[in-house]
């Protein structure tokens, strides 16, 4: 079965714009998580989608918003990009419940300038 | 404030002898673990995962070890290989999210 994919894998963007990055996960999940990696950090938990509704929320700033639709496809939306912004961004799609197996998709490479 | 964590960013090691991986975490709600590798340009892929009632469970070429007293969990891969060569990453689970620690780079020499 085809794995998670995210769109576009790599984007670069001036200070101020801002940035929509998609999630489509696995066939049959419904919830769509979102990290954030940076040298040193590790991947920072951004929140997590299901069925349409945010489920958990990480410690980012109001700029990063996200939205689920109705076929689980998930959007990431940055708004008034910061320099500090410029990170691999991952999703991971998992069924939601108890069952723990998140799958990543291999990210989009965000360089802001 | 870091939850999980991964003190060592590098380890080398010779193929063929272990590779002993360390994670410790301070959140007591946390009750699955899991182990993550990652290679660069890739998404990080699942290795193997504990449950907070098991202290060990093996897969193969790999073990993961819980002591929950200590807050420690380490990942032993025996006999180690070239392909071995990635960051892994820990990640502890409470009824909200997964967290994950920051890394280690671990190099196996030939």
């Not at chain 1, 419940?97 to 989009?108: A, K, L, P, Q, V």
């Not at chain 2, 891969?77 to 009824?95: E, H, L, M, N």
Request: contains cysteine; positive net charge.
């Amino acid at each position: 079965k085809a794995g998670v994919t995210q769109t576009p894998r790599y984007l670069i963007k001036t200070r101020g714009q801002q940035v929509t990055l998609s999630c489509s996960p696995i066939s049959g999940h419904r919830s769509v998580s979102w990290y954030q990696q940076t040298p040193g950090q590790g991947l920072q938990f951004l929140f997590e989608y299901f069925s349409e509704t945010q489920r958990n929320k990480g410690n980012f700033p109001g700029r990063f918003s996200g939205r689920q639709f109705s076929n689980s496809r998930s959007e990431m939306n940055v708004s008034t990009l910061e320099l500090g912004d410029s990170a691999l961004y991952l999703c991971a799609s998992s069924l939601g419940t108890e069952d723990y197996g998140y799958t990543f998709g291999s990210g989009t490479r965000l360089t802001v300038v | 404030d870091q939850q999980v964590k991964q003190n060592s960013p590098s380890l080398s090691v010779q193929e063929g002898r272990i590779s002993i991986l360390n994670c410790d975490y301070t959140n007591s709600m946390f009750d699955y673990f899991l182990w993550y590798k990652k290679y660069p340009a890739e998404g990080p892929t699942f290795l193997i995962s504990i449950s907070s009632i098991k202290d060990k469970n093996e897969d193969g070429r790999f073990t993961v070890f819980l002591n929950k007293s200590a807050k420690h969990l380490s990942l032993h891969i025996v006999p180690s290989q070239p392909g071995d060569s990635a960051v892994y990453f820990c990640a502890a689970k409470d009824w909200e999210k997964l967290t994950f620690g920051t890394g280690t780079r671990l190099t196996i020499i030939p």
